[in-house]
């Protein structure tokens, strides 16, 4: 029997609920009763925790395996469609490898080719750890609750639930802050996902026009048909522009990488380390370009044999792996071409009057603006589970579009304002991913080791997070000053992003 939403919670209440007993794609479920915790007696249940959670009334024990060890979540799920571990790879290719990749050899700049090369190994192996550290801790939850799978926002919710007592009041507080900054970082790769196509347009263009157009005019140009685009609501017509800019970027990168391994100078030519002052811009590219968190727990929990997404060897660390080489290959490589020209995109040092290059930067323009409704999708989704039980069935529709239209001129206004390629990479990397990646995963298993196992001898994964959360912070810290200073300095020079 349902409780009646709007009376208050009584201090322990059991609810089942058969449709969801063994758990689905979109809801983290489970085949035992839910308690809501007492301190939460007097919130209506559809706000409790902002979730479908179970709030549990007290934190259970026992490590990886919690209360019951013969408890296998992976057991419980129900997926229409599992992925094997093949189709995991690939998926975490193509959400790994984006627009990032073309920014590797501006990162490089900010570094120095040699440092550069060593700092972009050390970053890539310290996210790859940090989702092994998420997806580990969502499993040890998954074990302790008897919930079959769980997503980001719902993995951080649940750590603060069975945290020290001092974070239970949290959790739902870092539930929001997690969904926020996904949004927040999703919302802002599609703001540069504009100032991209714009760019590289403008340039095209600009070889058969007399009358040059600002960067501003070709963002509001190129934002105008996806106001239409974005008002599709079912992904599957999204699949054959996901198609195409799928192959289209490869065909992009390929030519390009023809172009950057041509006539190259000699290594000394080039500056091994650069100023500290410029690596906090190193560090929010690399991060903007490595990490796709937002994307690990959801590939995880439609995998047939979620186990093999960890571990060693396993899905994880072949595609992590081989992201990382390549980006490296891409950030060396192309610095070591263009040494101090290096553009935020690597597209935009190609030769203006070659054919060849001019159709790389329509074709990669193309696939970017197809990838904007992609990515435009996850956190549409987000926002309207928030708030599509405050509007009246009557208006949901309308609704849902005026908010899709909104957020479509949301992002052409800060593109607008803020259409300087290389510092707003780095300023969405050190905002948004610093925080998700690695201060977030540290802070979770932190309290999912609390009571049981414990932080080890010496205190180890205390020490251990706690630098991670230190190193978080000041990439956060630092990455958004210098960003911000960057945009500063363009302004000031009376550039504001208005190309030649």
Not at 69 to 96: A, C, I, M, W
Not at 181 to 188: A, K, R, S
Not at 269 to 275: K, L, M, Q
Not at 427 to 451: F, N, W
């Amino acid at each position: 029997m349902e409780p009646n939403t709007d009376q208050k919670i009584p201090t322990v209440v059991t609810v089942y609920d058969s449709e969801k007993k063994n758990g689905s794609r979109n809801n983290a479920s489970i085949s035992q009763p839910k308690f809501i915790r007492s301190d939460m007696a007097d919130v209506p249940v559809q706000q409790a925790a902002g979730s479908t959670l179970p709030l549990v009334l007290t934190r259970k024990k026992g490590g990886d395996d919690g209360e019951d060890g013969h408890y296998n979540p992976f057991e419980h799920r129900k997926v229409e469609h599992p992925t094997s571990d093949l189709e995991t790879f690939v998926h975490l290719l193509k959400g790994s490898l984006g627009s990032g990749i073309l920014a590797m050899p501006m990162a490089f700049a900010n570094a120095g080719l040699w440092f550069g090369l060593v700092a972009t190994f050390a970053v890539g192996t310290l996210c790859t750890y940090c989702v092994h550290v998420l997806v580990k801790c969502a499993h040890i939850l998954c074990r302790r609750r008897k919930i079959p799978m769980m997503g980001f926002a719902d993995v951080a919710e649940q750590a603060f639930l069975d945290g020290p007592p001092s974070l239970n009041r949290w959790s739902r507080f870092i539930r929001f802050m997690v969904n926020t900054f996904l949004v927040i970082d999703l919302l802002g790769c599609c703001c540069i996902y504009l100032v991209f196509v714009a760019t590289n347009v403008q340039q095209v263009v600009g070889v058969y026009m007399d009358t040059q157009l600002s960067v501003r005019l070709w963002i509001v140009i190129v934002s105008a048909p996806l106001v239409f685009m974005c008002l599709v609501r079912n992904l599957k017509f999204l699949t054959p522009f996901s198609m195409i800019a799928n192959i289209l970027m490869f065909v992009g990168i390929v030519i390009t990488f023809v172009y950057m391994f041509s006539d190259l100078p000699a290594p000394s030519e080039r500056a091994g380390i650069v100023p500290p002052t410029q690596w906090p811009l190193f560090f929010g590219t690399v991060i903007f370009a490595l990490e796709g968190i937002g994307v690990v727990m959801s590939l995880e929990n439609d995998m047939k044999n979620p186990n093999h997404f960890i571990g060693c060897p396993s899905v994880l660390n072949f595609g992590m792996g081989l992201v990382i080489g390549l980006y490296t290959l891409v950030g060396f490589f192309g610095f070591l071409k263009y040494g101090d020209d290096t553009e935020a995109s690597i597209t935009l040092n190609l030769p203006l009057e070659d054919k060849l290059a001019q159709s790389v930067k329509l074709m990669i323009a193309i696939a970017i603006f197809f990838t904007f409704t992609l990515q435009f999708y996850v956190p549409v989704s987000i926002l309207w589970k928030g708030i599509e039980g405050k509007i009246p069935a009557a208006r949901q529709n309308i609704s849902e579009y005026a908010m899709r239209v909104g957020l479509v001129f949301l992002c052409c206004g800060i593109a607008v304002a803020l259409p300087n390629l290389g510092p707003f990479i780095s300023l969405i990397g050190a905002v948004c991913l610093s925080t998700l990646g690695m201060i977030v995963p540290a802070v979770i298993e932190l309290a999912v080791y609390y009571e049981d196992p414990g932080f080890g001898r010496f205190k180890w994964r205390l020490w251990k997070n706690s630098g991670l959360i230190l190193f978080g912070i000041i990439g956060f810290v630092t990455g958004t000053y210098v960003s911000i200073r960057e945009f500063q300095a363009e302004f000031n020079n009376g550039h504001g992003g208005d190309a030649q």
